[in-house]
């Protein structure tokens, strides 16, 4: 969606000035191809990239010139968003809609920064969670935590779901090169009996440890698997006196993680101002930590830290996360693409754009205005992927001659953590080759040239002019992951304030959590006391139908 030309001036996004000329500018370059971009401009692959905190931007294959960036950049000033940004470091309620700080550049702050919010230093409290964190997870990689039966740890099951299971499933796979091999790591998340027992199936009882993460402690999902893990391990060990040695807690409900049974003393907190998918870096983090250990755990922060002062120092033509959020906006609501693809070329980053998925929609699909007002501009653009080589063989023949614009970030590493033979070279000659297919294609001519038959030509065209980022670092390492994620966390700051809307809260997602409570208890209901048909004929139709074929 493009932003109609008779957008109110008093709109304080689209009747900006600086939004028209953006708009202006827009319609004159964006017949450009960046075939003829690159030729004119020699440099134009090194003048349009940035670097930071161990890694690279390119954004040269982006259909964007020095005006357009230029542009980008006032309306960014005028949006208020450096004034945004000191406001969310300063710990303001930013997050206006619950009225909550936004806080989770706090918690990979080094110990001793002090960060006083309302005449409260939240430092010792963050620093003697982290240190908590530390000695549990030394204890289990160790093997000094015992289970009931005296046998230590050997699996480690995190219980949690969205940003209580995405960052740490993202983490530990991202990571698993660095982590202690001999523990197994599982994620459950779904409310599908299936992941659960799926996960359980070959493990001993009395060697595991569950990790029950939710910021709330009320979300169906988790509270189902984390009673499902509790019969488990009860049932096998014969004791309820078990679960204090086989469950821990993440959240910041104290009186529910006691209520469920689970020993206070073996609650890791954190805080209302850490948003669920800004929550990695918080006790959330804690299955990442036994994984990989204190020291690369500190390295993680570091990157985390390194991008957020980076972010808030830096100057913005030099900013990568400003860089990859205006770009976004440019190529979501100047050039209407509709998504963005996440493309990492490293099997480690396998649920990245999953990750990223929850991030970034949850984040920005918004609709109304901070004040309330709907917008008339787009929101949120679709953001999915896959780990290349698998998508090529896949579906990036829709990138390439598909009819619609889809934004590509490419992700690589220069070295690899598993040098194979030349695989390694192969993979990323892969992703050059598809940012330089994709911005480049192929012209009928040069079909033509290769003595194409003529009825074939038009299939084998490639249009290219598609664009694409691409990210590199010298290494995945714990460090290049901290200040990846922190580039895209901020990244969606800067889209979020421009488009003024609340990138921290998620009430869309209640809606469908409230009527699923009321559809369960229908569908154990005897026939005569459901209400079915108070429901609009397709959801009766559906419910009656599953009533009869269960
Ligand atoms: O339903 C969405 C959501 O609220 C996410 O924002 C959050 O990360 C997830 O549920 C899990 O919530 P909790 O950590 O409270 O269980």
Not at 58 to 73: F, W
Not at 152 to 174: E, K, T, W
Not at 183 to 210: C, H, K, M, Q, Y
Not at 519 to 544: C, F
Request: glycine share 8%.
């Amino acid at each position: 969606m493009t932003t109609p030309a008779s957008a109110t001036p008093a709109n304080p996004v689209t009747g900006r000035p600086e939004w028209r000329a953006l708009q202006d500018h827009c319609e004159q370059i964006k017949g450009r191809h960046l075939r003829e971009w690159f030729a004119d401009d020699a440099g134009r692959g090194e003048r349009f990239s940035a670097s930071a905190v161990g890694w690279y931007l390119d954004y040269s294959k982006q259909r964007i010139d020095q005006h357009a960036l230029d542009l980008l950049l006032v309306l960014a000033r005028a949006s208020g968003l450096e004034q945004r940004i000191a406001a969310m470091f300063r710990g303001d309620a930013i997050n206006t809609t619950e009225n909550r700080a936004v806080l989770h550049t706090a918690l990979r702050a080094p110990a001793g920064t002090p960060l006083v919010v309302a005449g409260h230093d939240l430092t010792p409290e963050i620093q003697a969670v982290l240190s908590r964190m530390q000695r549990f997870a030394e204890c289990v990689r160790s093997g000094r935590w015992l289970g009931y039966t005296g046998k230590p740890i050997r699996n480690v099951i995190n219980i949690g779901i969205g940003g209580s299971d995405l960052g740490p499933v993202m983490a530990y796979q991202a990571l698993r090169h660095f982590s202690a091999r001999e523990i197994n790591f599982r994620f459950v998340s779904n409310v599908d009996g299936s992941d659960f027992i799926e996960a359980t199936r070959d493990l001993d009882p009395a060697e595991t440890l569950f990790i029950v993460c939710s910021k709330t402690f009320t979300t169906i999902e988790t509270l189902s698997n984390a009673r499902a893990a509790r019969d488990w391990c009860v049932q096998a060990l014969g004791d309820s006196a078990a679960v204090s040695r086989h469950f821990v807690a993440v959240s910041t409900n104290a009186e529910a993680v006691t209520q469920f049974g689970i020993d206070p003393d073996h609650r890791f907190g954190f805080w209302d101002w850490v948003g669920g998918r800004y929550s990695l870096t918080s006790a959330i983090g804690l299955s990442t930590l036994i994984a990989i250990g204190a020291e690369p755990f500190a390295a993680l922060l570091a990157g985390f830290h390194a991008m957020d002062e980076h972010f808030r120092s830096a100057a913005w033509p030099q900013n990568l996360p400003v860089l990859i959020g205006l770009i976004g906006l440019w190529n979501s609501n100047f050039l209407a693409a509709e998504t963005q693809a996440i493309l990492p070329y490293d099997q480690y980053l396998l649920r990245f754009p999953a990750y990223l998925q929850q991030l970034t929609m949850e984040s920005l699909g918004k609709s109304v205005t901070l004040d309330g007002q709907p917008v008339n501009y787009a929101t949120g653009p679709i953001y999915w992927g896959e780990p290349g080589t698998n998508g090529q063989h896949s579906f990036y023949q829709l990138l390439h001659q598909g009819t619609r614009l889809v934004a590509c970030d490419f992700i690589g590493f220069c070295r690899s953590l598993n040098p194979l033979g030349d695989q390694h070279q192969w993979l990323m000659a892969n992703l050059f080759a598809q940012s330089e297919a994709l911005a480049f294609g192929k012209s009928a001519a040069q079909v033509l040239a290769e003595a194409t038959p003529p009825a074939l030509v038009p299939h084998r065209v490639f249009p290219g002019n598609r664009p694409s980022s691409t990210l590199l670092a010298e290494a995945l390492s714990p460090q290049s992951l901290g200040a990846l994620v922190a580039m895209y966390e901020h990244s969606v700051f800067v889209q979020g304030a421009i488009l003024n809307i609340n990138c921290f809260d998620q009430w869309g997602v209640e809606l469908g959590k409230a009527l699923a409570s009321r559809i369960a208890a229908e569908l154990s209901a005897p026939a005569e006391v459901a209400a079915i048909d108070a429901h609009d004929s397709s959801t009766a139709a559906l419910i009656r139908r599953y009533r009869q074929w269960r």
